[in-house]
């Protein structure tokens, strides 16, 4: 069998969990004897987009997903969560050809988590209440949602996903944005569109990107 072509993605993953899933992505792709193409994912933490353009990038045309969560409507999540908009702004401005994509999920990463396993479309007050629907998709019972992401028991969800589980959970994301703008008036800052009610997700865009590329997303 032929050695196949290995494109780079970048990223900025703004903790353990999100790194830990890209990891476990790259390595559902590149064992797919249906992909025409491997990946090398470049992930990030504990650095700003501003920083990670100046130092760590290449010339050229790149992107770099930000994978980071709105958490809240109170002033300071809504601070937090525009800051980061406002540090992308600024570095896509920094080298030529660079774009800084926005993989956000509202409330939450474990949103994205769940729909791998499970539609929902309802509108949650906190993130804790995830933790309920989380043990049911994937039959756990972890008592907190910080037992559900402790190293050794986030691995196990994610030891369980398939590529038809990534597929799922783009298509369903993809559903929960289009309906969002049917019902829904959308914020914008420095050119980034989100939604200030939950649920949300814009980290679809740039899965369903490398899937396709891949030959790997179908219908």
């Known amino acids: 069998m032929p050695r196949l072509f290995s494109k780079q993605y970048y990223f900025l993953a703004e903790g353990e969990c999100e790194e830990r899933y890209l990891r476990r992505l790259q390595e559902l792709i590149n064992e797919s004897q249906a992909a025409i193409q491997h990946v090398s994912f470049v992930i990030k933490r504990n650095t700003s987009m501003t920083s990670m353009v100046k130092n760590q990038l290449p010339w050229g045309k790149n992107a770099i997903v930000e994978v980071v969560d709105y958490e809240g409507s109170s002033q300071s999540d809504q601070q937090t969560f525009l800051h980061v ?72 969800v994610l030891d369980s996903l398939t590529l038809e589980d990534v597929k799922r959970a783009v298509k369903l994301a993809e559903a929960i944005r289009k309906q969002n703008g049917q019902n829904l008036v959308p914020k914008k800052h420095k050119g980034y569109l989100y939604f200030e009610k939950n649920p949300d997700c814009s980290l679809q865009e740039c899965i369903r990107e490398i899937l396709e590329d891949c030959g790997l997303m179908g219908e």
């Open 85 to 156: 908009l406002d540090d992308m702004a600024k570095a896509s401005r920094l080298k030529s050809g660079v774009k800084c994509v926005l993989g956000y999920s509202n409330l939450t990463f474990e949103l994205w988590i769940l729909l791998h396993k499970m539609d929902c479309r309802r509108t949650l007050d906190n993130k804790k209440q995830y933790l309920e629907l989380l043990n049911k998709a994937y039959e756990f019972d972890f008592e907190t949602l910080g037992k559900f992401k402790q190293e050794k028991n986030f691995k196990k």
